[in-house]
């Protein structure tokens, strides 16, 4: 995690809100980060130093995503944190949701990457806002930034935030950003196995999205499986079996939307 190869301790040492980067170059599905254990070795206290420090800013960062929560809910907006490894078809979800209720909702999109504002772009295409977070080399979205790019957007008859997260499987479960919902995506091209080698990032999930199932016997994706994986490590998420190229499912993620967005006191969808 972050507070293990010192993320965490470059990005939020000040208080105000932008991203930083940070000079190291690291690897999460690596188990060496290069960096720490010289450190440790010369210093046995250092881990232990290292370690109370990361608590104490994701505390800080917990205060303000209560702070996000809260102002998100005096809006009467759905906010979710959507995150996925690369390339599993979050932008594409996004994009396939605005257009198919397009007229039936106002939707707001805060998008996480390392660089480029290509999927901020892409979003915006569709006519909604999107307001781009280029992070550098930070591998995930912490409450902070999302509370500057919040000031950006224009909440009126707004009902829905997403906030489309840095793509990565590790870091980013440890942070909250103030959202309402956690959705996972995972793609059948990533194979059945993820949840067991990411555990962290689905059992804090309350929705999982199965995206590309139109391909899935195509790739040899065994569906039984990922779904008998997928409930015995997150029991907690309600599962959608979607395709953002086909729309396969997609009607059923739009319904969940609707009953959370009433549940708020929302306008909800008109279908």
Same mark, same amino acid.
């Given at each position: 995690?972050?507070?293990?190869?010192?993320?965490?301790?470059?990005?939020?040492?000040?208080?105000?809100?932008?991203?930083?980067?940070?000079?190291?170059?690291?690897?999460?599905?690596?188990?060496?980060?290069?960096?720490?254990?010289?450190?440790?070795?010369?210093?046995?206290?250092?881990?232990?130093?290292?370690?109370?420090?990361?608590?104490?800013?994701?505390?800080?960062?917990?205060?303000?995503?209560?702070?996000?929560?809260?102002?998100?809910?005096?809006?009467?907006?759905?906010?979710?944190?959507?995150?996925?490894?690369?390339?599993?078809?979050?932008?594409?979800?996004?994009?396939?949701?605005?257009?198919?209720?397009?007229?039936?909702?106002? +939707?707001?999109?805060?998008?996480? &990457? /390392? *660089?480029?504002?290509?999927?901020?772009? #892409?979003?915006?295409?569709?006519? $909604? !806002?999107?307001?781009?977070?280029?992070?550098?080399?930070?591998?995930?979205?912490?409450?902070?930034?999302?509370?500057?790019?919040?000031?950006?957007?224009?909440?009126?008859?707004?009902?829905?935030?997403?906030?489309?997260?840095?793509?990565?499987?590790?870091?980013?479960?440890?942070?909250?950003?103030?959202?309402?919902?956690?959705?996972?995506?995972?793609?059948?091209?990533?194979?059945?196995?993820?949840?067991?080698?990411?555990?962290?990032?689905?059992?804090?999930?309350?929705?999982?999205?199965?995206?590309?199932?139109?391909? +899935?016997?195509?790739?040899?994706? &065994? /569906? *039984?499986?990922?779904?008998?994986?997928? #409930?015995?490590?997150?029991?907690? $998420? !309600?599962?959608?079996?979607?395709?953002?190229?086909?729309?396969?499912?997609?009607?059923?993620?739009?319904?969940?939307?609707?009953?959370?967005?009433?549940?708020?006191?929302?306008?909800?969808?008109?279908?």
């Amino acid at each position: 995690m972050c507070q293990t190869c010192g993320c965490a301790l470059q990005v939020q040492s000040h208080d105000h809100p932008h991203p930083h980067e940070h000079d190291h170059d690291h690897d999460h599905d690596s188990g060496d980060h290069g960096h720490l254990p010289t450190l440790d070795l010369l210093d046995p206290l250092a881990a232990s130093r290292r370690l109370a420090l990361g608590q104490a800013l994701l505390n800080k960062n917990d205060r303000l995503a209560e702070r996000n929560r809260g102002y998100f809910e005096a809006k009467g907006v759905l906010a979710l944190n959507l995150l996925s490894s690369p390339g599993s078809g979050k932008t594409s979800i996004i994009e396939r949701t605005l257009r198919d209720l397009e007229g039936t909702l106002k +939707a707001g999109v805060i998008v996480g &990457d /390392l *660089a480029t504002d290509r999927d901020a772009q #892409r979003i915006q295409q569709t006519g $909604a !806002q999107a307001v781009q977070i280029t992070t550098g080399t930070v591998c995930h979205l912490e409450a902070e930034m999302v509370a500057g790019a919040v000031k950006q957007l224009d909440f009126t008859d707004l009902n829905l935030l997403i906030i489309e997260n840095v793509g990565n499987l590790v870091c980013p479960a440890d942070y909250d950003l103030g959202e309402r919902l956690r959705v996972v995506l995972l793609s059948v091209t990533e194979g059945e196995d993820k949840p067991l080698k990411y555990p962290g990032m689905f059992k804090s999930a309350q929705i999982i999205l199965l995206n590309k199932i139109d391909i +899935a016997e195509a790739v040899g994706f &065994d /569906l *039984a499986l990922a779904l008998q994986t997928l #409930r015995e490590v997150a029991p907690q $998420a !309600q599962i959608f079996q979607v395709s953002a190229r086909t729309g396969a499912g997609m009607d059923a993620w739009y319904a969940y939307l609707q009953s959370q967005i009433s549940a708020l006191g929302g306008s909800g969808l008109n279908f």
